[in-house]
């Protein structure tokens, strides 16, 4: 389960002038770099899983 | 910056080549060493019939490893520019677009206006791939435009683009918004480029990005982003200028 802002407080700080726009897209990217990875690996980890067994089952 | 782990490849590679090696050696000294020159080349012959296929087999593995991590790099890359667009950029500005139009108050409104400006102008210096890249949102107002808002390397921007018909570049420039048009250059050095396109003398840039800001029939002005590198920007940097010059327009169009 995953809840959580539309947009978020960091957002809203960038918006209303509260956080520099350098601050606020190096955080970002760095957030967007993390998760990309994170789901890029397990999408790929997921495939070389599925790919194994279906070798496995094929025998 | 994508980060990979560490490959263990290289490690696996050279056990298997020092196994070998040692397995080839046990083999040819268990029947005691060489005695004469034939033997001796007879054993460097078949050494090097065992190095070869194992050198082959060691560089098509390392090739193929760096081809995937290449691949996963360019995958995360994508991901992520995917979510900063969508999430970090789309969604806050939308909700300025949303309180624009909201506001009851024309002082108000102008000033969240003025913010939309910048926060677009922002977003797309960052967003869009060149290096020290430079966004300018020239407004459109009786018939000249000049810069209202801008992010990035450099001077604030002078340029006024007018209807004169000296103005070469400038009538260019209205054309392309009252068209609706967006126009991407990779390189004004390189290309042979539409009369009134080229850049002023002495600009500092090599390519840009100018979209047309506009909503239904109200002209507003015109999105640019500009880097000193040629061929800075790609068609997926473009469908970011279009789509922030049509979420800035959509906060600047006037209620009718």
């Known amino acids: 389960m995953m809840r959580g802002q539309v947009v978020p407080e960091e957002a809203r700080a960038w918006t209303a002038g509260l956080l520099l726009a350098t601050d606020y897209f190096a955080n970002a990217r760095r957030d967007a770099v993390a998760k990309a990875s994170a789901a890029i690996r397990g999408r790929l980890h997921r495939a070389r899983g599925a790919t194994t067994e279906d070798r496995g089952t094929s025998r | 910056m994508v980060t990979t782990p560490r490959s263990r490849l290289r490690t696996y590679v050279l056990l298997e080549a020092g196994a070998v090696g040692l397995g080839y050696l046990v083999a040819v000294l268990r029947e005691g060493a060489p005695g004469s020159g034939g033997a001796w080349a007879l054993a460097v012959a078949g050494a090097v019939a065992v190095a070869v296929p194992l050198w082959v087999k060691s560089r098509r593995e390392l090739r193929q490893e760096a081809e995937t991590r290449s691949a996963e790099i360019v995958a995360i890359e994508t991901d992520a520019k995917l979510r900063l667009v969508v999430g970090d950029v789309v969604t806050p500005i939308a909700e300025v677009v949303g309180k624009v139009h909201q506001t009851a108050g024309k002082g108000e409104r102008e000033s969240l206006r003025g913010q939309l400006k910048q926060l677009v102008v922002e977003a797309v210096a960052s967003l869009c791939d060149g290096e020290r890249a430079r966004a300018v949102f020239f407004q459109l107002e009786r018939g000249e435009m000049r810069a209202a808002a801008w992010f990035g390397r450099g ?9 004169d018909p000296a103005d070469r570049r400038g009538q260019e420039a209205l054309l392309l918004v009252g068209f609706h048009d ?16 080229e850049p002023r ?7 840009f990005i100018s979209v047309a800001v506009f909503c239904g029939d109200q002209n507003l002005g015109m999105l640019s ?18 789509a922030m010059a049509q979420l800035l327009g959509a906060g600047l169009v006037d209620r009718r």
């Open chain 2, 201 to 207: 003398p002495g600009a500092g840039y090599r390519s």
């Open chain 2, 225 to 242: 982003v500009d880097a000193p590198e040629p061929h800075a920007f790609d068609d997926t940097d473009l469908n970011v200028m279009r």
């Open chain 2, 155 to 163: 001077d604030p921007p002078t340029t006024v683009f007018t209807d």
């Open chain 2, 182 to 197: 967006y126009l991407l250059v990779d390189d004004v050095r390189a290309e042979e480029l539409p009369r009134g396109a």
